[in-house]
C-alpha cells in the first residue's frame, strides 16, 4: 500500500557530507512524523531524527549540529542533510514515516530498504 525509496548513501571521508532522502508514495492520506534511524554492525537500531508534519524536530545528541532533517510534505519526501560527518556514523541508515492510509482509518508505521553510509578516516 506504501513504498518508501531511498537514496542518498555512499561512502565519504571523515568531515565530508551527504544528503538522504526518502520518497513516500502509494495509498496515502497524510503522513503523519517523518524520521532516519541507524543500525551499525553488531548494534542496535537507533533514533537519529524525527520531524513531525508541522515541523518540529527531534534529534539524537550525537548528531545534534551537525545533522539536519527536512521534509517536503507536496512530495511526501524526508531529507538528512549530514555534515561533518565520523566514522562513528558508519551505518545503514532507514527511513520511517507514519501513514494515514487512504481510504481507511488505520494509521500504520512503514520502514525504507536501508542505505549504507560509510565514513572513511
Known amino acids: 500500500q506504501v513504498q518508501l525509496v531511498e537514496s542518498g548513501g555512499g561512502l565519504v571521508q571523515a568531515g565530508g557530507s551527504l544528503r538522504l532522502s526518502c520518497a513516500a508514495s502509494?495509498?496515502?492520506?497524510?503522513?503523519?512524523?517523518m524520521g532516519w534511524y541507524r543500525q551499525a554492525p553488531g548494534k542496535q537500531r537507533e533514533l537519529v531524527a524525527t520531524?513531525?508534519?508541522?515541523?518540529?524536530?527531534n534529534y539524537a545528541d550525537s548528531v545534534k549540529d551537525r545533522f539536519t532533517i527536512s521534509r517536503a510534505n507536496a512530495k511526501n519526501t524526508v531529507y538528512l542533510q549530514m555534515n561533518s560527518l565520523k566514522p562513528e556514523d558508519t551505518a545503514v541508515y532507514y527511513c520511517?514515516?507514519?501513514?494515514?492510509?487512504?481510504?481507511?482509518?488505520?494509521?500504520?508505521?512503514?520502514w525504507g530498504q536501508g542505505t549504507q553510509v560509510t565514513v572513511s578516516s
Open positions: 520531524i513531525t508534519s508541522g515541523g518540529s524536530t
Open positions: 520511517n514515516v507514519n501513514v494515514l492510509i487512504g481510504g481507511t482509518f488505520r494509521v500504520a508505521d512503514y
Open positions: 502509494g495509498t496515502i492520506f497524510s503522513v503523519n512524523v
